[in-house]
């Protein structure tokens, strides 16, 4: 196995009374397509939005326990969550355009953080450059280039899911997590993404959060299966998919519950 | 017809019954105050201050208090934006899962309660105290603790209806509660807080009896935020406790005035707010 980008140890998330996740360990790889499997109220999100301390912003959330990226616990103290969530971005299921125009959604990022990077030219041009690039990289260039000051909420929903992944890899983040990111698209626009993060995998590392057994077989390269909270099910897919362990895995994978 | 198609026409007819008493009283002040005060209308009400007796029907206008009142009210406006936004940006991004965020929103709306004399005998108590006598600045700070509840929890239920995956688009980027705050839920809020600032304004302008004690009244145009300053409902007030007709017809004009006012502040509002829209996430 690869060597693991995300260490999460211990970790447990209580909303109020109610303990969503227990005594979470697992990790995820560097590159690739890491799916979090497993049916609804599982924890799936739940773990997801811990790894970027969303989880946070949500009332009466208590979180204990460690998540190491590259070795540096995130919920410690001293770190800095801005950072974090620079360096490992979110896109949720359904599409939430900034109330702006597509050139400034995907601007966004790069101007909160006062980081414009490229080669040459004013940082009006780099800017530019950026929003090319990153709406090139999410598939969406060809379908906007010619109104990039339009208002983002003129665009059809598949066309805004492309642009928060747009917007989200225009901070260049080297974690990329994916809260069931097609669940609100229909099966053409959801393949388009699909297609975008397999095509990022190789410098991304990317967590799709899902419930789709069968996106989870077409995309991911790791799985997890989470049950009740709990890790019941880890390692490369094929070996989950052909050989698991867990008899609930297999109950779940065979289609008798789920 | 049965007891379910009965009930139907029944609460129908009801609510175009209570559209209809709306819609005419409002239908019936705007022709009392056409009918009253149009024929009082001209010029020189609108383009001079009183002249000497013009309270007695001789020459003059009222430009001392549309001025006055767009002065105090605009100030008003101002200061209690200044304070009720920081104070709205409070209640939903830092306190949210603290008691104090209650403890606001009540107060906030057990002083949207308080009848604007008290605000305005209050102000006056608090000016005697200081030692400063009635005027423009004692107006706006009446009026801007008068406007700023109407102003906080109308920017506040603004805020409360963004959706929370819209600000945690921006917390996913990295951006900071103040980043998000000011770039994202304000655009996203824009044409409502555009109304809830309106809402503010035509509450300030037409209030007469905050400014009554703490602005006072004068025939000169506001040059001073120490001096006093004229307003309009106190020149309706005073025009129409005059035993003179031609004098209270003058005060239908002052009224229409007033009314054109806010009726023009409201459409251009509206234009404006309509011109955000395009924007918002739904």
Redesign the interface.
Known sequence: MKSARLQVQNLNVWYGPQHTLKDMCCEIPDRGITAILGPSGCGKTTLLKSL?R?LE????TRITGEVYLDGKNIYDPDACV?????KI??L?P?P??????IYDNVA??PR??GRFPGKNGSRKERLDDIVERNLRAAGLWQEVHDRLRA????LSTGQQQRL?LA??LA?QPEVLLCDEPTSALDPLAAQRIESQLFSLKEDVTIIVVTHLLRQARRLADHVLVLWMGELIECGPSSQVFNQPVDERTKAYLSGDIG | MNRRMIEEKLFKGLMLASLLIVLGSLGLIFLTVLKHGLPALNLAMLTQTPKGGYYLGKEGGILNAIVGSLCLAGGATIIAFLLGFPIAIYLQFYATRRRIAEVVRLTMDVLWGIPSIVYGAFAFILMLWLGVRASLLGGILALAFLELPILTRGMDEAFTMVPTALKEASYGLGATKIETAMKVVIRQTAPVILTAILLAFGRGIGDAASVLFTAGFTDRLPDSLFRPVASLPLAVFFQLATPFPAVQQRAYASALVLTALILFISILSRALANKMKKHIIR
């Open positions: 970027n969303l912003e949500t009332e009466n801005t950072e974090l969530r620079t971005g979110f949720a359904k939430f355009p900034l109330p702006m125009s966004y990022g909160v953080h208002p983002a909420s003129y928060c917007r989200a901070v």
